[in-house]
C-alpha cells in the first residue's frame, strides 16, 4: 500500500536563518529533498550562495565580538538550552517524519533516536553547574595564584551528514552555545529540515539575534565556509575526503577543527563466547539505520574454528531481516537514503568479489521494493585483510567475516585498516576484554553490544578523525584556556606579557 510522505510545517521554508531573522537567499538556489522510498521530490527549501554564508558568518561573528551571548553566565545560558530542548522535544514527531522521509529510518525506531537528540540540550545544560570553567592555581616560582580560566572559542560552523542530521547537529550546538560560542549550522543538502525546526527552536527560544543561524547550501559555497576568516572553529562530521579537506584548510591559518570521519569498526568473538549469539547479534546490528551508522559493526572477527558456524548463523539471521517501507510497522530494515549511495554500497561489493570475498548472501536489490534505494543485507566471507571490504567504509548493511588464529592475530586484524573509531568484544572474560581493548586502536571499546553513552567522550584514531563529541570532553573542544596572572603574582623583573 503507497505511503504518502508526512512531511513538518516549515514557516519559513523558503528562507535562511540569518541574524535573528528569516531572510530570502540572496539567489535563485534550491534544495530539493528527494525520497529514497521512491525518488521523488518531496520538499523544496531555500538554499543559499557565497555571499549567503558570508552574511551568516558576519552576523554570528557580530554576536560574539559585541553582542552578550558569550558574556553571559553558563547558568543564563544554560537556560536558553532547557528553553530549546522544551521547544524541540514538542516537536519530536515533527523531527522523526524528517527522517523517516529523507533517509528512510524506521517509524518505529525514530523518535527514540531523535529523542535522543534532544537529551543533548538537557546534559549541556546539567554541566553547566559542574564544569569547570575556572581555577586556581599556585605559581610554580614565586608565592602567589594565577586563575586559569576556561573561554569560548569563538564563532563555530557546524556542518552535520546526512544519515543523523538532528542527533549529529545538536550534538554540536549544545556545547558550543553553552561555552558562549555563536554558531553558523550548514546540514547536508539532502536533510536540511532539522536545521530549519532547531532555527525555529532558537528564534522561539528568544536566542539573541546572531547566535545560531542557518544557511544551506553546495558544495563550492560550503567551502566558502570553513575558508572565511571569521570562523574560529568548524565541527564537522562526514566523510574522510571531505573532512581531510577541512583540516588542511583550517590548519593553514591556525583554525580549530573537529572532524568525524567514520569507520570500520570491528567486532572481536573470543573463544568462550556463544558463536550463534555473536552472528545474530552482528546480522541485527549491521541492519540498523541499512549500516549507515558511522560507528556500525561491519567486521567480525572470529576464530577460524568457529568462522563456519558464525557464517551459518549470520545468513540465517540476515535472510530473516524484514525489509520494507519505513512506515511499515512489520519492516526491521528500510531503504538506503538514496540511489547513488545504494549504487556505492554495490560497486564496494562487487569489487570485493573481484578481489576474492564470496558473496554468503545478500548483494541484491529485493525483487519485491522495485522502487526505492533498498538493497539486501549482505555478508561477505573469505576475506582477507588487505581486501577492500575488510579496509573501507562501505557504509551500507554489509557484514565481512575474517578468521584469526590467536588472540594477537585478532587485534593486529582490528588494527589493520585506516581507521579507529569504534569497537566491540564478544567474551565474558573481563581480563581478556581488558586486554583486546587496550590493544584495539580505537575511541570506543565495549562488551558484547553496540551501545553509546552520550556522556562519554566519542571520536577517533587515525582517519576516523581528530577530536572529540559527548559528554565533558565535547565542551573542552568549544574552549579555548586562557592563564590570568595578576601583578601582585609576579615575581621581580619577571613581566605578566
Not at 570521519?261 to 549491521?286: H, M, N, Q, W, Y
Not at 581507521?419 to 575511541?443: E, I, Q
Amino acid at each position: 500500500m503507497p505511503h504518502a510522505p508526512v512531511l513538518p510545517h516549515l514557516r519559513h521554508p523558503h528562507h535562511l536563518f540569518i541574524d535573528g531573522a528569516w531572510r530570502e537567499p540572496h539567489g535563485r538556489e534550491q534544495t530539493h529533498v528527494v525520497s529514497p522510498t521512491t525518488g521523488a521530490v518531496i520538499a523544496t527549501l531555500a538554499s543559499g550562495d557565497a555571499d549567503d554564508i558570508a552574511a551568516a558568518v558576519d552576523a554570528a561573528r557580530a554576536a560574539f565580538d559585541h553582542g552578550p551571548w558569550p558574556h553571559l553566565s553558563p547558568t543564563e545560558r544554560a537556560a536558553y538550552l532547557r528553553r530549546m530542548g522544551e521547544l524541540l522535544r514538542a516537536r519530536i514527531p515533527d523531527l522523526a517524519n524528517a527522517w523517516i522521509e529523507q533517509i528512510g529510518a524506521l517509524a518505529g525506531v525514530a523518535p527514540l533516536v531523535v529523542g535522543g537528540g534532544v537529551a543533548w540540550f538537557d546534559s549541556y545544560a546539567d554541566l553547566a553547574d559542574r564544569y569547570a570553567w575556572s581555577e586556581t592555581r599556585a605559581l610554580a616560582d614565586a608565592p602567589g595564584t594565577a586563575l586559569v580560566v576556561r573561554e569560548p572559542v569563538g564563532v563555530v560552523a557546524a556542518i552535520a551528514p546526512w544519515n543523523n542530521p538532528f542527533g549529529i547537529m545538536a550534538g554540536k550546538i549544545a556545547p558550543a552555545l553553552l561555552a558562549g560560542c555563536t554558531v553558523v549550522m550548514k546540514p547536508a543538502p539532502e536533510t536540511p529540515i532539522e536545521a530549519w525546526i532547531i532555527a525555529e527552536a532558537a528564534q522561539d527560544a528568544g536566542l539573541p539575534p546572531g547566535v545560531l543561524n542557518l544557511v544551506v547550501a553546495d558544495r563550492a559555497a560550503s567551502d566558502s565556509l570553513v575558508r572565511h576568516p571569521g570562523i574560529d572553529k568548524v565541527s564537522f562530521t562526514g566523510s574522510v575526503a571531505a573532512g581531510t579537506h577541512i583540516a588542511a584548510v583550517c590548519g593553514a591559518r591556525m583554525a580549530r577543527c573537529t572532524t568525524e570521519l567514520g569507520g570500520k569498526s570491528a567486532a572481536i568473538v573470543l573463544d568462550d563466547f556463544p558463536i550463534e549469539t555473536a552472528a545474530r547479534t552482528l546480522a541485527r546490528t549491521i541492519t540498523m539505520s541499512a549500516g549507515q551508522i558511522c560507528a556500525v559493526l561491519s567486521r567480525a572477527i572470529v576464530p577460524e574454528a568457529h568462522r563456519a558456524a558464525f557464517v551459518a548463523a549470520a545468513v540465517d539471521e540476515m535472510r530473516r531481516v524484514r525489509i520494507g517501507h519505513p512506515r511499515d510497522a512489520a519492516a526491521e530494515m528500510g531503504p538506503l537514503a538514496m540511489v547513488r549511495q545504494r549504487e556505492r554500497v554495490e560497486a564496494f561489493v562487487a569489487q570485493a568479489i573481484a578481489e576474492g570475498a564470496t558473496l554468503a548472501t545478500g548483494g541484491a536489490r529485493p525483487a519485491h521494493l522495485p522502487d526505492g534505494a533498498y538493497y539486501e543485507p549482505t555478508l561477505l566471507t573469505d576475506v582477507g585483510p588487505a581486501n577492500i571490504a575488510a579496509r573501507e567504509e562501505i557504509f551500507g548493511p554489509v557484514l565481512t567475516v575474517l578468521g584469526y588464529d590467536t588472540l594477537d592475530q585478532a587485534i593486529a586484524l582490528a588494527n589493520a585498516t585506516p581507521y579507529g573509531l569504534y569497537g566491540t568484544v564478544f567474551t565474558h572474560d573481563a581480563a581478556a576484554f581488558s586486554r583486546v581493548a587496550r590493544g584495539v586502536r580505537s575511541g570506543t571499546l565495549t562488551q558484547n553490544a553496540f551501545r553509546f553513552d552520550s556522556a562519554l567522550p566519542f571520536g577517533g584514531f587515525k582517519l576516523s578523525g581528530c577530536g572529540r563529541e559527548g559528554g565533558k570532553e565535547g565542551l573542552d573542544s568549544f574552549t579555548e584556556y586562557k592563564a590570568v596572572i595578576p601583578a601582585a603574582a609576579a615575581p621581580a623583573g619577571h613581566s605578566v606579557l
